[in-house]
């Protein structure tokens, strides 16, 4: 099976040009890409277009698949850009140490998770991935090697996570693992019936535990808006006594259909199910932490469910303590509009300031919201949003983005231009292009 | 737990192989030509499981040494139980038409260096009465074509030694694998447009050991390859000369 070079929205549908990096001794594969710009890509997980490069090429890293070196004793682990976390989750885990800052999916690289500096249920404790990142090795289009860390190029380290690929390719990283005792989740899910229960359970539960996120019904309106199911959780005592046998492998959705099977019938049956599924108001258990990090990837190729024509996610960040009534604000659109999806989630985020320039979290409410692509509506609503988000002083996630504009971008970012005299001559992408050019 | 030498270790079907191999515990010993490259799959399989692999260089076209090799590693590995060669290249079919010496170095690193090594395998395995002998060869080797008779000769020479050696080996209980891969995905075929036939590295490695574990003869990887080319041996000739294959 070859591999196809789409994004995980499966939008925008573009041309380009592939290449492949084998091995991080190499040289940078440019042979017959003329003046093509170039971006790295990994496993193509980012979901809109900050991935893709539209006229250029891709320089494929997958082929950097090696772990380097693993202390068991410190949890310091060195491996190539193109690792997927859950490899390092296969090879640690029964070691005893854990991803801090893992995204919700474990089929990112490790490149991909410091480009596009990436957070989970843990950043109100442990922040984004680029945290815990000690030092990487970057290769320039002309051929440069610089060692990044906090002290040693350190402006190149700032400028690469969550740099977008743009900087240059990371070759290799070195990140610092947290230790746990075995590979259970002491976790907990409460119902919360409205927006208000959700911030009250939020902040009862930073305090306590390592992971919090709630999956929320945006289809619900009314007193009902913002009614979630919180989860909660912390990693398991050694002493445990009944464990929860390891997740088999999940399946793949096989086909892409037709037509999108996500719609205002089945999005309110469903999200109405899902929240009335769970009858007793907490429901605490040990789990895997397979189901509790990655429940999607259970379901391999969930993406297809959208149709041929993808989907858009879209997530915000609205800054603490204004953040609740702008929240508001979005889920009263999102639900008035009748798009989302069967996934949306909220989670507040805590107040550790990440190393990276373009770095998209930050103190406050964040919220995702799946939006099949249904055209101008979809981006009308969109465009909607980032009115709101402007107005509160919010931002949008680039790894997560296929359509803000220019002026949106600049005002989520300011900082953007310092980023600038980092990105190589040689680098772009289709999102860097959209935000930037017409700037 | 198995002792394992693997001989082109740093090519692609090999390195996924020898994952799996260090995932079950077995003890590896990696031969290859590019130290740097060959250091960073042994330091990967360490990681990857518990035991330290053991590396050593190694050059397909100094038939000499290969004796030296196989003895070194089964000194370090303390015995063999399985030899995997996935060594090779690929060559350029029209330059090696113009030119016979490229043609005899290709035929060198692709068959001669395989006969070589499988001759000392082969006479240590029967002495001992016991071993798998895992070969790379291609579905290229089953005929003749315009496109890549050079590397095609080569494969067929390594898949009828192996037919022989099997034939020969059987009594003394020796395993005897050919490996035949149709079209996979690895830095070898980077300059080909890859299409629906493409597999990767990890599904024909995932063959290998499944065909290593069953005592398999001949596989075919991915399985379509077998019916693909039966049809391919038994078209007629007079038919199969006016193809552009």
């Known amino acids: 099976m070859t591999r196809r070079y789409h994004s995980w929205g499966r939008y925008p549908r573009i041309r380009q040009r592939v290449v492949r990096l084998w091995a991080r001794h190499d040289p940078l594969p440019l042979q017959g890409l003329d003046d093509l710009s170039l971006l790295p890509f990994g496993n193509g997980r980012s979901y809109g277009d900050s991935c893709l490069n539209d006229g250029g090429a891709l320089i494929d890293v997958r082929g950097l698949d090696r772990f380097i070196a693993f202390d068991p004793s410190t949890g310091i682990l060195r491996c190539e850009a193109g690792v997927l976390l859950a490899e390092i989750l296969e090879v640690a885990v029964p070691k005893g140490w854990f991803i801090p800052a893992t995204p919700g999916t474990q089929l990112a690289t490790v490149g991909g998770a410091i480009a596009n500096d990436v957070h989970g249920k843990a950043h109100h404790r442990d922040g984004t991935f680029g945290r815990h990142v000690r030092c990487f090795e970057l290769l320039r289009s002309d051929g440069t090697r610089l060692i990044c860390s906090p002290t040693e190029n350190s402006e190149w380290y700032a400028a690469t996570i969550g740099g977008l690929g743009l900087t240059g390719v990371i070759l290799w990283a070195e990140l610092a693992l947290k230790p746990i005792a075995n590979p259970y989740i002491d976790a907990e899910t409460i119902k919360c019936g409205s927006l208000d229960e959700f911030f009250a359970v939020s902040r009862e539960s930073d305090q306590g535990y390592e992971y919090t996120v709630a999956w929320l019904d945006c289809t619900a309106r009314g007193r009902k808006l913002g009614r979630a199911l919180f989860n909660r959780g912390n990693h398991a005592p050694a002493d445990l006594a009944d464990k929860p046998r390891a997740p088999r492998r999940g399946h793949t959705v096989p086909i892409t259909p037709p037509v999108s099977l996500v719609n205002g019938l089945s999005l309110r049956a469903f999200n109405t199910l899902y929240y009335h599924h769970q009858r007793a108001r907490r429901q605490r258990a040990i789990v895997h932490y397979v189901p509790f990090f990655y429940p999607l990837d259970a379901l391999l190729e969930w993406n297809r469910i959208y149709g041929p024509r993808g989907f858009f996610q879209y997530q915000c960040v609205l800054p603490a303590p204004d953040g609740e009534a702008a929240v508001r604000e979005v889920l009263d659109r999102i639900a008035a509009s009748g798009e989302g999806s069967f996934l949306a989630v909220i989670k507040m985020f805590g107040d550790l300031r990440s190393p990276g320039i373009l770095s998209f979290p930050r103190m406050g409410v964040t919220l995702a919201v799946d939006f099949p692509n249904r055209g101008a509506r979809t981006l009308a609503l969109m465009a909607g949003l980032d009115g709101v988000v402007r107005a509160a002083g919010g931002r949008v996630y680039p790894a997560k983005d296929a359509r803000m504009s220019a002026e949106s971008f600049v005002r989520y970012y300011p900082q953007w231009r310092e980023l600038v005299p980092y990105v190589d001559p040689r680098f772009s992408s289709s999102f860097w292009r959209r935000v930037t050019e017409a700037a | ?245």
């Open chain 2, 1 to 245: 737990m198995k002792r394992v030498l693997i001989i082109g270790a740093t090519s692609a079907i090999a390195e996924a192989t020898a994952r799996l191999f260090a995932k079950r515990g077995d003890a590896l010993f990696l031969a290859a030509r590019g130290a740097e490259r060959l250091q960073a799959i042994a330091d990967d399989l360490h990681v990857r499981s518990a035991a330290p692999a053991e590396t050593a260089a190694f050059d397909a076209t100094d038939f000499a040494s290969h004796a030296a090799l196989i003895h070194q590693a089964e000194a370090a590995l303390g015995g063999l139980d399985v030899v995997l060669i996935a060594h090779g290249t690929l060559p350029d079919q029209k330059a090696c038409e113009a030119s016979f010496d490229l043609a005899l170095r290709e035929l060198e690193v692709n068959a001669l260096s395989f006969i070589s090594l499988l001759t000392h395998v082969a006479n240590r395995f029967e002495r001992q009465g016991s071993g798998t002998i895992a070969v790379i060869s291609s579905v290229a080797g089953d005929r003749g074509r315009q496109s890549n008779y050079v590397y095609g000769s080569a494969k067929a020479a390594v898949s009828t030694f192996l037919g022989g050696l099997r034939n020969r080996l059987q009594p003394a209980g020796v395993h005897v694998l050919t490996i035949k891969p149709g079209f996979v995905d690895t830095p070898m075929t980077r300059d080909f447009p890859k299409g629906a036939l493409w597999a990767s590295p990890e599904t024909i490695a995932r063959g290998i050991d499944k065909a290593i574990r069953k005592r398999r003869d001949v596989i075919y990887l991915p399985w379509f390859w077998r019916p693909v080319m039966r049809l391919i041996r038994e078209l007629p000739e007079p038919i199969f000369k006016k193809l552009r294959l």
